[in-house]
């Protein structure tokens, strides 16, 4: 009786845990779901692809264990009567041995010198995204996020409704 009582707890300590990453996942959701409402409402512009490079970026030093992958690609575009020279970019963390990222390399190859791709800006920044051609890792974020809520939700709340029928079995 007493060992079923510890995997009861043991579950309960679960579902707690996952109502915890249910939290954590709201919250980044909220985030992610208030930046892409903002940039949706950023005009709009054809911009041009002047270079795309993909360059091993060490954060921590030349012995940083965990370096990305950076695709950055310089652009131009018309805003109004103003040139706007800025740049988009997407990392991607891999085994620097395993070579650059192959979905890197293809959108580069996809998108050469001269190229257009259609963009949103901010307008005080000059920060740009691509409408829908997006960049490796540069989608947007929310469908992904909620998917993500759901599974921690759904978890919470098996967990939980096993741990109380279990121990309303074992109490009896």
Sequence with gaps: MRRMMTVVGVIGLF???AGLCSLLALFVTAIDAWRERAQGGWPQATA???SCNIDLKYYNGPND???TW???CKIHFGSGSNDVNTRIFSGHRS???QGHPEVMSKWV???PVGSTIVVRYDPAHLNAIPVSDYLPNGEPR???DLRLLAVFIAACAS???LAVGLRRIFAA
């Design 15 to 17: 579902a707690l845990l």
């Design 48 to 50: 041009t692809i002047e």
């Design 65 to 67: 264990d965990d370096p």
């Design 70 to 72: 950076w695709l950055e």
């Design 95 to 97: 085994n620097p041995s």
């Design 109 to 111: 190859t996809d998108h």
């Design 142 to 144: 929310t469908a992904g």
């Design 159 to 161: 967990l939980f409704a």
